[in-house]
């Protein structure tokens, strides 16, 4: 399969059109981004280990029988992806308080939250992702009903097993962002995007320090070596 024409540049990765129409290339940029791209740094490698940590996630959901758009690994950085129709909605799932639930509902943080909560933010970079319920994503034609009910159904597999895959590797899954698309060659919701420290929290269980992108919003240092130490420790289980 050949790359060919870049179709869209996005804060951390580039999509390309392929020789097959519904195959698309994915490659993962250095770029590390903060306040919705309004802050912008290089980190040599991050693409890659985000490519990697991703691969892994994904071939555990595999295991667990969740459908996404990974098919193939064709470079240390780059994908094959089925092709599929973004749903412009991010789907947040929260286990541990942080972040602005903490900062909405003037929590302390680190609150254990049962059940997990669900929520759906409006993807939209000119009006910075505004909150979303599911009354407004029906009304608003951005998804059904019934797709709604998928979503959130796969985004509770998807907690449930990667979860299980953190806890066995030393670390908690505070919260994480999900982004679904329709298959374009059935039409089927599956999980696209990443699963990379970029979007999700990720805490160390006995050190308590985080190994995500909060490294890098808080300014406390490189956040590569966060990531590094979560690709090596999964590297170990698979
Ligand atoms: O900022 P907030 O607390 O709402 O983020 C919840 C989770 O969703 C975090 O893991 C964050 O990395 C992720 N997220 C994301 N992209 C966004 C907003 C949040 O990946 N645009």
């Avoid at 505004?130 to 009910?149: G, V, W, Y």
């Avoid at 298959?183 to 320090?209: F, W, Y």
Wanted: aromatic share 8%; net charge negative; with cysteine.
């Amino acid at each position: 399969i050949q790359q060919e024409d870049l179709l869209y540049t996005g804060k951390a990765k580039q999509l390309f059109s392929t020789s097959n129409p519904d195959i698309y290339w994915l490659h993962y940029l250095d770029s590390a981004t903060a306040l919705n791209g309004k802050v912008k740094e290089e980190y040599a490698g991050k693409g890659e280990l985000n490519a990697q940590i991703t691969r892994l996630l994904f071939q555990a959901l595999d295991q667990a029988g969740i459908t996404h758009h990974l098919l193939k690994t064709v470079s240390p950085r780059d994908q094959l992806v089925e092709r599929v129709e973004i749903i412009p909605l991010e789907v947040v799932t929260r286990n541990v308080a942080a972040g602005h639930l903490v900062s909405r509902f003037g929590l302390k943080g680190g609150e254990v939250l049962t059940p997990p909560i669900r929520e759906i933010y409006y993807k939209s970079d000119p009006l910075d992702d505004p909150f979303m319920n599911d009354s407004q994503a029906i009304s608003l034609k951005i998804a059904s009903q019934e797709e709604l009910e998928t979503l959130y159904q796969m985004a509770d597999q998807v907690n449930d097993c990667l979860k299980a895959v953190f806890d066995e590797i030393g670390i908690t899954l505070v919260d994480f962002k999900l982004e679904f698309g329709r298959r374009s060659r059935d039409g089927k919701l599956i999980l696209a995007d990443e699963l990379s420290p970029d979007n999700m929290r990720l805490v160390d269980h006995t050190s308590g320090q985080s190994l995500d992108k909060d490294v890098f919003r808080q300014h406390k240092g490189d956040l590569r070596a966060g990531y590094r130490e979560i690709l090596n420790r999964l590297e170990k289980l698979f």
